[in-house]
């Protein structure tokens, strides 16, 4: 078993909330992340699912490094990145990279997409510019563009196009970890399949691994090998991608299945049932944070918070019905 | 029975000022709509869905200009209205609810005054009677404590809460017709689900027609009794939902099938090769045969009419017709995959 | 409001153009003040071959105060007159055009670099940065500009490189508030993100994104404040403490030609006044033009 290529500990990220008076004031805590732990090992795919307010986007900032942690820690091949500076921080930045939502503020609009393409081999190594160009032809056909392309703008290409460039961006300097922050919730549906096919095909030749963070159950169990489930913050539920199919076990995790469309009009549609909307993570209701809106709520649950155990290989939930 | 809406032969335009370039944004479109059914018109960004709807509403943008056909609307053509009297079928008869519900609603103006506009305008309802109708139409959206929401403004209200207020008003005037462009793409999956589930309650109370736009065939499979299919401008396949779901005519339609994930199947993703059409450079034949797994050559020559599969059900394919069936790649998936 | 698809717009917007791709260069062009500027910097660049005259000397055998030539008592020889000293006034204004626009321009460069400058450093960096250059802005706006310069070029006394160098610290703070303003969003935009997350150090960031991307707003700015600059020339001239005498510049021809009046002799004034009045409006046009055309977010300047 090799170790993890990613560790995440007990993190925590608390923003403060103030009143823009003079004196600041403080009023309370945002809890953007209260204590997740997950681990993504090389090579495969961590999907990440969850509604507005679930802490995923802060989740992915604090994996960058563009948000420092209030606790807790974050390990890439066991070393914890928090202290890094000078050259292992750029290491770290060299081997995870980040793939946005939106294609079309992705690129640098005045350079042209070799260069996008080729900076991170001029902040991280000193090739030469022939030996640049080489490898961004490489990975241009990698992602299935054409190397004629580097010499292009931004602005000519479709949003697919745009997504792949940022992708061979990603991958080029021998990238280890991937963040792809809803990569084609902005894309046509048709091209979606394409670059679905593309990052799977991609992890099977390079073993890049993955954090796959998105919003729509399906496209997210499709290319994930296991997924975490998130509310206001927490993770309530994680297990392997088809495990969570088959016996999605947290309430608010079968909510998510009940509420995601069918693919057939037939399928069979069970009655939703929860209501309602995420509350306000400045003052997250006590106790299991999910108990207003859980349709199995017990007396218990909003007093005690349940802590994330394994129920069965490889899956495990919070909550206090297991 | 009379159908509610009958679109026929459709043409919208998008003309420059001299009339030198043409976008044929809408071409030949046709469809039927009963009392009481769903509608879900399909397709992806430029295929034209939306300048559809735009046309029926009577909203399009100056440069767009309805060339040809009918639209057909309780005995009238509203192709044929001026503005002034599409503004009275506008809110009265059809409604339309668009995708951001922030660009609905008018940040000034309170829940009350917002809702209560087109009952005040179109049924010429006021006083206590206003009110009333106010409170029942925040009711029938499930919009907690209604009486005091009235009162208050629309950037004190979640995404989810404003879209069911935008749907208030959307059936304050009493339509017959909503138009819905996309109206859950920027909801939370379970609150689009409560919001569909409410639109469908509403649909059964009130018995309003719905046509659905959008590009996720899942809200069509939950939502809607016919589909149809739109490519470039043009309908490519239209039906009963069941039908396209069960045995698709069009590659096309098959190709938006097959690039659907499916919960709990691992299974590879048939991906549509090549890019979504330049409205302003059209193939030459039918606008998807560069994109084609099915594609004849008689298909890059002549482009396809619509073909009557089966009743209502239609396919604008060459191989719809019996004497070229369904091509043994069919779904080629391996094929496809590969670009 | 309904959006279209970016496909749809795309191809609306395709719809205009014309069928011969090169003419398209062509369309839109600002025919009246590009009329009006290209000819002034080409007598600007080619002034000495140009001039008829030495600016500076008086034209021998010619008298003093002679009236333009369509006038009762002009001279062919002396287009547009001479003035109290017998120099011709066409050489002066033809010299003068290059004080002016050189000045004009430089001022508006040096300026525009200050001003640039300290917005991205303002806008990037944030924090105290931000604080101190943003405080030191509200400052140099609370200076009445006009006064400044003169109050400068007096203590550091008249020479053309004194002269830019005052105007573009007089009129930098333009730049500074329009340019950080652009330089806070951008600094939100996915690619900037991208960058630093990649490693980029700020200088990189800067150079390579921010930097370019600003380039269209900086230059639509400087077209729009050169006219400014070269009143604020001319007005320093006028009040005797711009560039040096005997070097002709147009606002000093006016301060001179002033008295003048009294005795009829309004060429002297008109003329270069005018020459002020063409070049400025021709400038002004100009950065509208451009305004409009490289960047749509600038319309409400």
Same mark, same amino acid.
């Given at each position: ?322 | ?86 503004? %009275? ?45 106010? %409170? ?161 050559? %008689? ?41 | ?301």
């Amino acid at each position: 078993m090799s170790p993890p290529l990613l560790e995440v500990e007990g993190l925590t990220k608390h923003f403060p909330v103030t009143i823009a008076l003079f004196p600041r004031r403080q009023i309370g805590w945002v809890k953007a992340v209260d204590g997740i732990d997950f681990a993504v090992d090389p090579g495969e795919t961590l999907g990440v699912i969850g509604e507005s307010g679930c802490g995923k986007t802060t989740t992915s900032k604090l994996i960058l490094l563009q948000e420092g942690p209030t606790s807790g820690a974050i390990r890439f091949d066991g070393e914890d990145i928090a202290g890094l500076a000078g050259p292992e921080l750029m290491r770290y930045r060299r081997e995870v990279q980040v793939v946005f939502q939106d294609p079309y503020s992705s690129l640098s609009p005045r350079m042209r997409v070799g260069e996008i393409i080729a900076e991170p081999l001029q902040i991280h190594t000193d090739l030469s510019r022939a030996a640049q160009q080489e490898r961004v032809a490489e990975v241009l056909e990698l992602v299935g563009l054409r190397p004629e392309v580097a010499a292009l703008f931004p602005h000519e290409f479709s949003g697919g196009q745009r997504q792949r460039i940022a992708i061979a961006r990603a991958l080029v300097t021998n990238t280890r970890l991937i963040v792809l922050d809803e990569p084609v919730s902005a894309l046509d549906v048709s091209i979606r399949a394409q670059i679905m096919n593309q990052l799977e095909e991609l992890q099977a030749r390079l073993g890049v691994s993955y954090i796959f963070i998105g919003h729509d159950l399906a496209t997210v169990a499709h290319i994930s090998h296991r997924i975490a489930v998130m509310y206001l913050g927490q993770i309530v539920e994680m297990a392997e991608s088809l495990e969570l199919c088959e016996k999605p076990l947290h309430p608010y995790t079968q909510a998510l299945f009940t509420a995601a469309l069918p693919a057939h009009p037939d399928d069979k549609r069970e009655k939703l049932t929860i209501s309602g909307e995420v509350p306000s993570a400045l003052s997250p209701p006590s106790g299991c944070r999910f108990h207003p809106r859980c349709p199995k709520a017990m007396a218990r649950c909003a007093v005690d918070a349940p802590e994330r155990k394994e129920v069965a290989p490889g899956h495990s939930v919070a909550c206090h019905l297991y | 029975m009379q159908p509610l809406l009958e679109v026929t032969n459709l043409e919208t335009h998008y003309v420059s000022f001299g009339g030198a370039r043409v976008i044929k944004a809408v071409d030949d479109v046709s469809f039927t709509l009963n009392e009481g059914e769903t509608l879900g018109i399909v397709g992806e960004s430029g295929c034209g869905k939306t300048t559809t709807c735009l046309s029926i509403v009577g909203l399009l943008p100056p440069a767009a200009r309805i060339v040809g056909g009918r639209i057909e609307f309780a005995g009238k053509d509203l192709a044929q209205l001026s503005q002034s009297e599409m503004r %009275r079928v506008r809110g009265a008869q059809i409604a339309m609810i668009l995708q951001d519900p922030m660009a609905s609603l008018n940040p000034l103006f309170s829940i009350y005054t917002q809702v209560a506009e087109p009952a005040y305008y179109h049924r010429s309802i006021r006083g206590r009677s206003l009110r009333q109708r106010v %409170r029942q139409l925040l009711d029938a959206v499930r919009i907690p404590s209604p009486a005091q929401r009235m009162r208050e403004y629309p950037h004190q209200m979640s995404g989810g809460m404003r879209q069911r207020i935008v749907g208030a008003i959307a059936l304050a005037g009493g339509p017959r017709l909503i138009v819905a462009d996309e109206p859950t793409t920027n909801l939370d999956v379970t609150i689009q689900a409560q919001y569909l589930d409410l639109l469908k309650e509403l649909q059964q109370e009130t018995g309003v027609a719905v046509i659905f736009v959008t590009h996720n065939l899942g809200i069509v499979a939950r939502m809607c009794d016919k589909l149809a299919v739109m490519y470039a401008g043009k309908i490519v396949e239209a039906g009963a939902v069941r039908d396209l779901f069960n045995s698709p005519q069009h590659p096309y339609t098959k190709g938006l099938l097959g690039s659907m994930p499916k919960l709990g199947s691992k299974e590879k993703l048939f991906a549509i090769p090549g890019q979504p059409p330049d409205l302003a450079s059209l193939p030459s034949g039918c606008a998807f045969h560069p994109r084609c797994t099915e594609a004849m050559p %008689r298909c890059s020559i002549e482009e396809p009419g619509e073909i009557r599969v089966g009743g209502e059900w239609r396919a604008r394919c060459w191989r719809a017709e019996p004497q070229y069936g369904q091509s043994a790649k069919g779904l080629d998936v391996a094929a496809a995959v590969g670009s | 409001m309904v959006s279209l698809s970016p496909q749809t717009s795309a191809a609306a917007a395709a719809i205009g153009r014309p069928p011969i791709a090169w003419l398209s260069q062509f369309r839109g062009l600002p025919l009246l003040p590009l009329a009006i500027l290209v000819p002034f910097v080409l007598i600007a660049v080619f002034a000495d071959y140009i001039a008829p005259y030495d600016p500076t000397e008086p034209v021998a055998s010619m008298k003093i105060f002679i009236p333009p030539a369509w006038m009762q008592g002009g001279d062919i020889r002396v287009l547009l007159g001479t003035d109290f000293q017998g120099r011709d006034v066409l050489s002066r204004l033809i010299f003068g055009a290059r004080v002016s626009l050189i000045v004009g321009v430089m001022g508006t460069v040096a300026a525009g670099g200050i001003g640039t400058a300290l917005g991205i450093l303002a806008g990037y960096l944030g924090g105290w940065a931000d604080l101190v250059i943003m405080r030191l802005t509200d400052a140099w706006l609370a200076l009445p500009a006009l006064v400044f310069a003169i109050f400068l070029a007096t203590m550091v006394g008249p020479s053309m490189w004194n002269i830019i160098i005052i105007l573009g610290l007089v009129y930098w703070t333009r730049y500074a508030r329009v340019i950080r303003g652009e330089v806070l969003s951008l600094r939100e935009r996915e690619f900037v993100k991208l960058a630093e997350i990649a490693g980029a150090s700020s200088t990189r960031v800067i150079r390579r994104h921010i930097l370019p991307n600003v380039l269209n707003s900086a230059m639509v700015l400087a077209s729009l404040t050169i006219g400014v600059v070269i009143i604020a020339e001319a007005s320093l001239s006028f009040l005797g403490v711009g560039v040096p005498p005997p070097e002709p510049a147009w606002g000093s021809m006016l301060a001179d030609g002033r008295s003048m009046l009294m005795v009829g002799a309004w060429w002297l004034t008109v003329l270069p006044g005018l020459c002020i009045m063409m070049v400025v409006l021709a400038t002004q046009l100009l950065g509208d033009w451009l305004r409009i055309r490289l960047d749509p977010q600038l319309r409400n300047l």
